[in-house]
């Protein structure tokens, strides 16, 4: 009875009819408990005293805090994870040495003038008092200025409230007015979206200045500038012959007349330079926004808002101390969305889960780039190996996420680890924050259309991230990157299906280990004793396995099953060859309802 899939009521020696009850807290359905450990991966603060390279376990924020420092990448992730699911998880982090030859990202935004009607303001100081709030990915202060506080005043009144952060998610700078938000390390990742709110919308007759755009010379031909905010995009039309002014007069009255998450202003007298400004409740990142000319033979237009961060990882030597544990992650948080270093993680984790390792492990990345940018980089098509030709990747879209797109990846890595449903359909799962670890909606003028959003599912077996009815993000399709074939293996697409054939891998494996380790194979007449078995009588087991599999609602029809389970010795005769289906359960995507008028 040792391999039977039920578990027996023990009784005294009963015998008047009834029902008897009782509980087993000691025991399970019979099945063995699925890998709860996930990995964030990301940069730590020098100084700290996290080793780089080396995975480590993070049991608290102020563990995390130790270890990576308050201020770091890792540090933020894990409090996004923790927030996502507080407990049933056990977390891991990968501290990463951000690149030295690298630099940092670096944002502005200086308070100056409000400009009307598309022309810069003179202003010095607030007309009136009012309140200014700057946040960075949902983290940021609020703070107030009185009526006649010159600009520098209220830009060293948000720099001091800035440095009282603990967890400031950038290191911020002042040179009288114009601040600076630098990302807390070296190298080129997200970090999330700057948002800059009045509270009276610009009536105070202050506003933040993000950048520039600058037209050189006359347009040699008849082309088109193309303005971007990161999410829509808008097109200037340039006539041969249009001075550098009336180029810049065109894109100020081309952005002021869409709903793009940046203003625009100029000098009463064109001079050719646009000025950039934030848009109340409109997050934004700031390099996102750019301008593209085509055509136009000479006439240019040079884009000024902030410095990029330059430089990625190296993983060789983390990869290598990650081959060398025993245990598994059976999710990864990624940070970076650059093909080189994707194609190393690819590369480990389908290495790790062929059957000489056997680590089922599958990685989440997120990009909150634009609808079109996704497709031009096409990730799961670009990178080597593919993404698309595995189950074990998947991509998120996040269009014009406030949030940072490791904080999001961190968090469906918490949840996925936690969960105990092996099968359970991840389509629609919802994103949780708070204010320690915000996780603020995308706003309505910057979400993917519904076309979009079928799109990078069909096309790009990318999962969008939206906004549902609760106002929370939201991932609504539990996909990965794979590309099916057919019909045949639709189901390989879903995240659910990879866990689960993950889960029957590792389960089958010890469960017949624990029948049948030791014994002997006997070909030819059935076992007198327990020291031997035959082929049916493992095949016999693997059946017991699959009910047991079926009554946990993992295996689709173990009865269906039972004929096509093979066991027989067919390359050498000290080892026995077993082929079972493994038949899982379908996500229901989709009720397809036709109402039949009467």
């Given at each position: 009875?040792a391999?039977?899939?039920?578990?027996?009521?023990?009784?005294?020696a009963?015998?008047?009819?009834?029902v008897y009850?009782?509980?087993?807290?000691?025991?399970?359905?019979?099945?063995?408990?699925?890998?709860?450990?996930?990995?964030?991966?990301?940069?730590?603060?020098?100084?700290?005293?996290?080793?780089?390279?080396?995975p480590?376990?993070?049991?608290?924020?102020a563990?995390a805090?130790?270890?990576?420092?308050?201020?770091?990448?890792?540090?933020?992730?894990?409090?996004?994870?923790k927030?996502?699911i507080?407990?049933?998880?056990?977390?891991w982090?990968?501290?990463?040495?951000?690149?030295?030859?690298?630099?940092a990202?670096?944002?502005?935004?200086?308070?100056?003038?409000?400009?009307?009607?598309?022309?810069?303001?003179?202003?010095?100081?607030?007309?009136?008092?009012?309140?200014?709030?700057?946040?960075?990915?949902?983290?940021?202060?609020?703070?107030?200025f009185?009526?006649?506080?010159?600009?520098?005043?209220?830009?060293?009144?948000?720099?001091?409230?800035w440095n009282k952060?603990?967890?400031?998610?950038?290191?911020?700078?002042?040179?009288t007015?114009?601040l600076?938000?630098?990302?807390?390390?070296?190298?080129?990742?997200?970090?999330g979206?700057?948002?800059?709110t009045?509270?009276?919308?610009?009536?105070s007759?202050?506003?933040?200045?993000?950048?520039?755009m600058?037209?050189?010379?006359?347009?040699?031909?008849?082309?088109?500038?193309?303005?971007?905010?990161?999410?829509?995009?808008?097109?200037?039309?340039?006539?041969?012959?249009?001075?550098?002014?009336?180029?810049?007069?065109?894109?100020?009255?081309?952005?002021?007349s869409?709903?793009?998450k940046?203003?625009?202003a100029?000098?009463?007298?064109?001079?050719?330079?646009?000025?950039?400004?934030y848009?109340?409740?409109?997050?934004?990142r700031?390099l996102?926004?750019?301008?593209?000319?085509?055509?136009l033979?000479?006439?240019?237009?040079?884009?000024?808002?902030?410095?990029?961060?330059?430089g990625?990882p190296?993983l060789?030597?983390?990869?290598?101390?990650?081959?060398?544990?025993?245990?598994?992650?059976?999710?990864?948080?990624?940070?970076f969305r650059?093909?080189?270093?994707?194609g190393?993680?690819a590369?480990?984790?389908?290495?790790?889960a062929?059957?000489?390792?056997?680590?089922?492990?599958?990685?989440?990345?997120?990009?909150?780039?634009s609808?079109?940018?996704?497709a031009?980089a096409?990730?799961?098509?670009s990178?080597?190996?593919?993404?698309?030709?595995?189950?074990?990747f998947?991509?998120?879209?996040?269009?014009?996420?406030?949030?940072?797109?490791?904080?999001?990846?961190?968090?469906?890595?918490?949840?996925?680890a936690a969960?105990?449903y092996?099968?359970r359909?991840?389509?629609?799962?919802?994103?949780?924050g708070?204010?320690?670890?915000p996780?603020?909606?995308?706003?309505?003028?910057?979400?993917?259309?519904?076309?979009?959003r079928?799109?990078?599912?069909?096309?790009?077996?990318?999962?969008p991230?939206?906004?549902n009815s609760?106002?929370?993000?939201?991932?609504?399709?539990?996909?990965?990157?794979?590309?099916?074939?057919?019909a045949?293996?639709?189901?390989?697409?879903?995240?659910?299906?990879?866990?689960?054939?993950?889960?029957?891998?590792?389960?089958?494996?010890?469960?017949?280990?624990?029948?049948?380790?030791?014994?002997?194979?006997?070909?030819?007449?059935?076992?007198r004793?327990?020291?031997?078995?035959?082929?049916n009588?493992?095949?016999?087991?693997?059946y017991?396995?699959?009910?047991?599999m079926?009554?946990?609602?993992?295996?689709?029809g173990?009865?269906k099953?039972?004929?096509?389970?093979?066991?027989?010795?067919?390359?050498?005769?000290?080892?026995?060859?077993i082929?079972v289906?493994?038949?899982?359960?379908?996500d229901?995507?989709?009720?397809?309802?036709?109402?039949?008028?009467?």
């Open positions: 009875m391999d039977t899939p039920f578990n027996l009521l023990k009784l005294p009963v015998f008047e009819p009834s009850a009782s509980v087993v807290y000691d025991s399970d359905p019979g099945i063995a408990a699925p890998n709860n450990r996930y990995l964030l991966t990301g940069y730590f603060t020098a100084g700290y005293q996290a080793v780089s390279d080396v480590v376990r993070v049991l608290s924020q563990d805090d130790v270890l990576f420092g308050p201020k770091s990448m890792l540090s933020h992730a894990y409090a996004a994870a927030k996502q507080a407990v049933g998880a056990e977390v982090a990968l501290p990463l040495t951000a690149p030295s030859s690298g630099s990202q670096v944002i502005n935004v200086e308070i100056v003038a409000e400009p009307a009607l598309g022309v810069l303001g003179a202003g010095t100081a607030a007309l009136s008092a009012d309140t200014v709030s700057l946040r960075l990915r949902g983290r940021g202060v609020t703070v107030g009185k009526q006649s506080d010159d600009f520098a005043t209220i830009a060293t009144a948000i720099e001091t409230a952060l603990s967890d400031a998610p950038a290191t911020i700078g002042r040179s007015a114009a600076t938000l630098t990302a807390p390390h070296k190298g080129d990742f997200d970090n979206a700057v948002e800059v009045f509270g009276s919308a610009g009536l007759g202050v506003a933040a200045k993000m950048g520039t600058t037209v050189a010379n006359a347009a040699g031909a008849t082309g088109t500038c193309v303005i971007s905010d990161g999410s829509k995009s808008v097109t200037v039309s340039v006539t041969n012959g249009d001075a550098a002014t009336a180029t810049g007069t065109a894109i100020v009255t081309k952005i002021n869409t709903s793009l940046i203003r625009a100029q000098p009463s007298s064109p001079t050719g330079t646009v000025t950039l400004f848009v109340n409740g409109r997050p934004v700031p996102q926004v750019s301008s593209t000319e085509t055509g033979s000479g006439q240019t237009v040079t884009d000024a808002v902030g410095t990029a961060g330059v990625v190296t060789t030597t983390a990869l290598a101390n990650i081959a060398a544990m025993d245990d598994s992650f059976k999710a990864w948080s990624l940070f650059s093909t080189t270093e994707l190393s993680i590369s480990h984790i389908v290495a790790q062929a059957p000489q390792v056997g680590k089922g492990q599958v990685a989440i990345f997120a990009q909150a780039v609808y079109a940018a996704m031009s096409n990730l799961p098509a990178t080597s190996p593919r993404l698309d030709a595995y189950m074990r998947v991509t998120l879209l996040a269009q014009c996420s406030p949030n940072a797109e490791w904080e999001l990846s961190a968090r469906y890595c918490a949840a996925v969960e105990t092996v099968s359909s991840w389509n629609g799962l919802e994103l949780i708070d204010d320690i670890a996780c603020p909606a995308i706003h309505p003028a910057d979400r993917l259309s519904l076309d979009e079928n799109a990078a599912i069909g096309t790009y077996h990318t999962a991230v939206v906004v609760a106002g929370r993000l939201a991932v609504s399709w539990g996909g990965n990157t794979y590309a099916p074939r057919g045949k293996d639709g189901k390989l697409v879903k995240l659910s299906t990879t866990l689960t054939l993950d889960y029957f891998s590792y389960d089958l494996t010890r469960y017949l280990a624990s029948l049948f380790a030791g014994k002997k194979i006997k070909i030819s007449g059935q076992p004793t327990s020291n031997a078995v035959t082929p009588g493992v095949k016999a087991a693997v017991r396995w699959c009910v047991r079926d009554e946990a609602d993992l295996f689709d173990a009865e099953a039972r004929d096509a389970i093979m066991a027989a010795v067919v390359l050498s005769p000290t080892r026995l060859d082929n289906p493994w038949t899982t359960l379908a229901l995507d989709i009720l397809a309802v036709s109402g039949l008028a009467g």
